[in-house]
């Protein structure tokens, strides 16, 4: 069963910083990953989406990387801004199966 | 990507009464997905929606207590019947880019709150 960690639960940081989000899986047969954000109260913007066969993505100031083998995805956010401060999601598709998602990481950027 | 609009984006319900979730889509799309975010938590698929066929319902969801309709690719509904304080969640429509394996679109969901 497949199961997805992502590591800070919180983060605060000063605006300007650059930062990491953590997503570890752990079954490494998955057809994608995606990174969500998530404003309180509200639904989920789809922010970068990574196939099996890729190694990274980019988006403006993110940039979304995936190690499919060590079951693992980073979500890098330069430059970081007080509009940055949300909860970002990670999912994982296995194929026929539910999008498994992660708890979150609730990211707080302070002006 | 798709736009989708759900209806209510908030509401306050009494224990015992039902209520339906409106989501609409700017375009047609085989697949529709209705999820539960309970307070603090993450994401729980609820059921897949298919146009023309009965729902597919997750392990601890059934069709008594969330009926969904799919009459048409654009348009889905969810009600939550009998409502108790332990439904009150964010419930979200979602829609893939392709079958199971594309990208997710979300709506911004609808928030329950029920006393």
């Known amino acids: 069963k497949q199961e997805v960690t992502q590591i800070p639960a919180a983060l605060s940081v000063p605006e300007g910083e650059n930062l990491v989000l953590n997503c570890s899986f752990t079954d490494s047969a998955i057809y994608n990953l995606q990174w969500f954000r998530q404003d309180p109260g509200k639904g989920l913007t789809s922010l970068l989406l990574?196939?099996?066969?890729?190694r990274e993505q980019t988006s403006g100031r993110l940039n979304a990387s995936l190690d499919k083998s060590s079951g693992r995805s980073t979500l890098y956010i330069a430059a970081s801004q007080p509009g940055d401060s949300a909860t970002y999601l990670c999912?994982?598709?296995?194929?026929?199966?539910?999008?498994?998602f992660g708890k979150g990481t609730r990211l707080s950027v302070i002006a | 990507s798709a736009v989708i609009s759900q209806k209510p984006s908030r509401d306050i319900c009494q224990r015992g009464t039902s209520l339906t979730i409106q989501c609409q889509v700017d375009s047609q799309v085989t697949m529709m997905f209705w999820y539960r975010q309970q307070p603090g938590q993450s994401l729980t698929l609820i059921a897949t929606a298919n146009q023309g066929s009965e729902a597919t319902y997750e392990s601890g969801f059934v069709i008594d207590k969330f009926p969904i309709s799919r009459p048409n690719l654009t348009f889905s509904t969810l009600t939550v019947s009998n409502m108790s304080p332990e439904d009150s969640s964010i419930y979200l429509c979602?829609?893939?880019?392709?079958?199971?394996?594309?990208?997710?679109?979300f709506g911004e969901g609808s928030r329950l709150t029920v006393l």
């Open positions: 979602s829609v893939s880019a392709g079958a199971f394996t594309g990208e997710l679109f």
């Open positions: 999912a994982v598709n296995s194929g026929n199966t539910p999008l498994v």
């Open positions: 990574i196939q099996s066969s890729q």
